[in-house]
């Protein structure tokens, strides 16, 4: 008989998880779709790119998503079935607020390990993924935009003409190339042959020639100077959109809690990147804590009886989750100036609220009203 009203609470809280899990991803992906369309429409991005992208940035909406489309859910279905006395019924039977709970914080577990999974290995490789994609279309663009017997002026400073480039698009021949990047002495360069390079691990791309001379006139049109070269590389600029973390090694957010640790034990890294690895890794521990300790917080909350069950549920709800994450931004922003230390500033709120949950919870158990009455009417 437990058995099937546990399943029966299960089912009661998942059907407003994953409603609630898909509209609140969806809303963050909305934030998203604007830089999207810019870089198909004006970029001239595949939409299967689109769509890896997409994909890619998914685990860093789901990590903040996950809990609180439990902690939501959980205040929905309890909510709705105190107001519907169906947990005075099950309470009469003889089931505790305990038995009730278990299904609950089961879903809680396996919710904590999804999160977990996510925040500790998910994000930092879709975000890693995600510069990589970045790259590799900068780098097609930059090399798919070039055309023979045509000027090109899709990198910053630099105008190019290639003379010819063959079906292959391996290389570039009879290349001339104004460089005006450097103000104060512009350059006109002459080359035989040019290679397009691409540098994964700087994020870069560069344009090598071969066989050429560089002649280079100041401002006054009065100094006149000519270099010969064998080879000259260009590091191109292919945009901000495109590379905006270029980035010789792998960022905070890019890392997993063991590439973290590991980075932090380097003797030679600075205070200001060691306080910000503290407080990435302070991050994707924290997160997936905060399903349990939403969780412990939902049930005392959920089964106050309302009327209105469902909307009184999402409403305190978010409301909830608003200070909850109001108080880690605060915390966070505090740590990176050096006020509190990375610890505290990303377990503050789990702190406060797990210690309000639990204090909930308890008085929920014994049948005693969740607010004392410190305040006895005199009359």
Request: charged letters at 20%.
């Amino acid at each position: 008989m437990k058995k099937i009203i546990h399943r029966y609470i299960l089912k009661e809280i998942a059907f407003p998880f994953f409603m609630i899990l898909f509209i609140l991803t969806f809303v963050l992906l909305m934030g998203k779709i604007l830089q999207l369309m810019d870089l198909m429409v004006n970029k001239g991005i595949r939409v299967f790119d689109i769509g890896l992208l997409i994909i890619y940035l998914m685990p860093s909406f789901l990590m903040f998503t996950i809990p609180i489309s439990l902690f939501v859910a959980i205040m929905m279905g309890l909510g709705r079935l105190s107001s519907d006395n169906e947990l005075i019924v099950m309470k009469a039977s003889g089931m505790s607020l305990y038995e009730i709970s278990k299904p609950i914080i089961l879903a809680a577990v396996a919710t904590f390990f999804l999160t977990a999974l996510t925040s500790y290995f998910l994000v930092p490789a879709g975000n890693y993924a995600t510069k990589i994609l970045l790259f590799n279309v900068a780098r097609q663009k930059a090399s798919a935009g070039i055309k023979e017997k045509v000027f090109n002026d899709d990198f910053k400073g630099i105008l190019l003409y290639a003379d010819k480039i063959p079906v292959s698009g391996d290389y570039m021949e009879g290349v001339l190339i104004s460089d005006t990047r450097n103000t104060e002495e512009q350059s006109t360069i002459i080359a035989t042959r040019a290679y397009l390079v691409a540098n994964p691990n700087e994020m870069t791309v560069t344009l090598r020639l071969e066989d050429g001379a560089t002649h280079s006139v100041d401002r006054g049109l009065k100094n006149y100077r000519k270099m010969d070269f064998g080879r000259y590389d260009i590091k191109l600029d292919l945009g901000a959109a495109m590379t905006e973390e270029k980035a010789k090694s792998k960022s905070s957010t890019e890392m997993t809690v063991g590439e973290i640790m590991k980075r932090m034990q380097d003797k030679k890294i600075k205070d200001t990147d060691l306080r910000e690895l503290a407080i990435e890794i302070q991050k994707k521990l924290s997160i997936p804590v905060s399903t349990l300790v939403f969780c412990v917080l939902g049930i005392p909350l959920g089964i106050r009886k309302h009327r209105t069950a469902r909307f009184w549920g999402f409403s305190i709800g978010l409301a909830v989750v608003l200070a909850y994450y109001l108080i880690r931004l605060g915390g966070e922003a505090l740590a990176e100036t050096g006020q509190l230390t990375p610890f505290i500033g990303a377990w503050t709120p789990n702190i406060l609220l797990g210690i309000a949950g639990i204090f909930l919870f308890y008085r929920a158990a014994e049948e005693k009203p969740l607010w004392p009455n410190v305040f006895k009417t005199v009359k």
